[in-house]
């Protein structure tokens, strides 16, 4: 049998799963498996400024009781940003709340209300009360996230039944990595309502016919529905690069085009994680 620190630093290779599936091999495989040699490997190299960044206070005993910690979602950055790893992989995911994203008129009242909502996990939302320019940004830096690893980002929504407006005309939405656009979709808020959105579309079909050729051409995106209550529509993905480097990206819905009125769109803030 080999040394407790050879064996803590073979399972430190392998995968957060792999060393919880080595306690079960025998009472020194488990001793290994728990190290904090082991688990240290597991934690994202950043790990202490996450923990300085956290909301509420993070106590922990080992770094396999932190490791757990984070595989729940903590409030970051006075409550601005989610954060949480992936149980399996380690792997590091954000979401921004709408206070963190760039929303055109957030800031008027007849346009836009900031409100608590019971399922989010941030203080307040933000309601679209009544606009025609709609236009949602949210940037990260990929520093903050896993390195070499896929990424998929989300605009997390939910849609009142007073919505009206939202899906005459589908959404552009972006991907921009620098310089470079890495993606450029469409997506459509919310058709629940069938009879409600014929209706709409027979009141502005003239205006609707006539902007549908304005509409970027690419893959149409629906939203979806959500096990915690709300909505989905991706952005796009990107590759988070290595640790050496480190470039913001740029995550936006836009629907400027239609001019029509939109109303009863809620915005909890854009999802960043791993593919």
């Avoid at 992989?89 to 709340?97: C, Q, R, T």
């Avoid at 997506?187 to 409600?196: T, V």
């Avoid at 979806?224 to 991706?234: A, C, L, S, T, Y």
């Avoid at 590759?239 to 769109?265: A, N, P």
Wanted: aromatic share 10%.
């Amino acid at each position: 049998m080999l040394p407790e620190d050879c064996v803590s630093i073979i399972l430190s290779l392998t995968s957060p799963l792999d060393a919880c599936k080595a306690t079960l091999v025998s009472r020194a495989f488990r001793s290994a498996a728990e190290s904090n040699v082991a688990w240290e490997k597991f934690l994202p190299s950043d790990y202490q400024d996450i923990v300085s960044r956290s909301v509420t206070s993070l106590k922990f005993s080992s770094k396999k009781e932190l490791y757990l910690h984070l595989c729940n979602p903590i409030l970051t950055d006075g409550g601005r940003k989610s954060f949480k790893l992936d149980k399996s992989s380690g792997k590091k995911s954000y979401v921004l709340s709408a206070r963190e994203l760039s929303i055109t008129w957030s800031d008027r009242p007849e346009y836009w209300s900031w409100k608590p909502s019971l399922k989010s996990r941030f203080l307040e939302v933000a309601e679209l009360r009544m606009i025609s320019w709609l236009e949602i940004e949210g940037k990260i830096r990929t520093h903050m996230l896993s390195p070499n690893t896929m990424y998929r980002a989300y605009l997390l929504i939910n849609i009142t039944h007073r919505a009206h407006g939202l899906d005459l005309l589908p959404s552009d939405t972006f991907l921009e990595m620098g310089n470079q656009t890495i993606s450029a979709n469409t997506a459509y808020l919310s058709c629940k309502d069938k009879k409600k959105h014929q209706m709409e579309c027979l009141f502005y079909g003239n205006r609707t016919q006539r902007t549908k050729s304005r509409v970027i051409e690419g893959d149409e995106r629906f939203a979806r529905e959500r096990d915690d209550g709300w909505m989905e529509i991706e952005l796009g993905e990107f590759f988070s690069g290595d640790e050496e480097g480190d470039q913001e990206v740029k995550m936006s819905l836009r629907e400027i085009k239609g001019y029509q009125l939109k109303g009863g769109l809620v915005i909890e803030g854009i999802e960043v994680r791993p593919k």
